[in-house]
Nanobody, 121 residues
Framework: QVQLVESGGGLVQAGESLRLSCAAS????????MGWYRQAPGNQRELVAT???????NYADSVKGRFTINRDNAKNTVYMHMNSLKPEDTAVYYC???????????????WGQGTQVTVSS
C-alpha cells in the first residue's frame, strides 16, 4: 500500500527550529507535487508550502522567509525546515502528495497521519 509517513514534530520554544520530513512508501511509479498543510484547534486546515516535482515552491504569507520546503526525489521524501518558530505556528502538520502507484495508471492524492508541532512562549 502507498503511504505517507511523517516525522519531526515536537515541542520547542519560540525562536527555535524544527525539520519535518515525509516519506512516500510502497510500490510507486512516480511522485508529483508534495506539500505541507496545518490545522490548529478550532481552525480550518490551511496550506503552508508546496513543491512541484521540478522544485518550484509556494508558501503561505505567514511563513515566507521562515520556512523552507525541499525534496529528495531519490528518496520520495519532502522536508520542511521551520525556523524562527512562533506560538501561532502551533498546529498538527499534515503531508500531502500526488502519487502514481504501480497498480494504478493515474495520480492519486494522499495525506499523511499528521505530526504535532507545539511552540511555547
Amino acid at each position: 500500500q502507498v503511504q505517507l509517513v511523517e516525522s519531526g514534530g515536537g515541542l520547542v520554544q519560540a525562536g527555535e527550529s524544527l525539520r519535518l520530513s515525509c516519506a512516500a512508501s510502497g510500490i510507486i511509479s512516480s511522485v508529483g507535487a508534495m506539500g505541507w498543510y496545518r490545522q490548529a484547534p478550532g481552525n480550518q486546515r490551511e496550506l503552508v508550502a508546496t513543491i512541484t516535482s521540478g522544485g518550484n515552491t509556494n508558501y503561505a504569507d505567514s511563513v515566507k522567509g521562515r520556512f523552507t520546503i525541499n525534496r529528495d526525489n531519490a528518496k520520495n521524501t519532502v522536508y520542511m525546515h521551520m525556523n524562527s518558530l512562533k506560538p501561532e505556528d502551533t498546529a498538527v502538520y499534515y503531508c500531502n502528495a500526488n502519487i502514481s502507484p504501480r497498480s494504478y495508471s493515474n495520480y492519486r492524492n494522499y495525506w499523511g497521519q499528521g505530526t504535532q508541532v507545539t511552540v511555547s512562549s
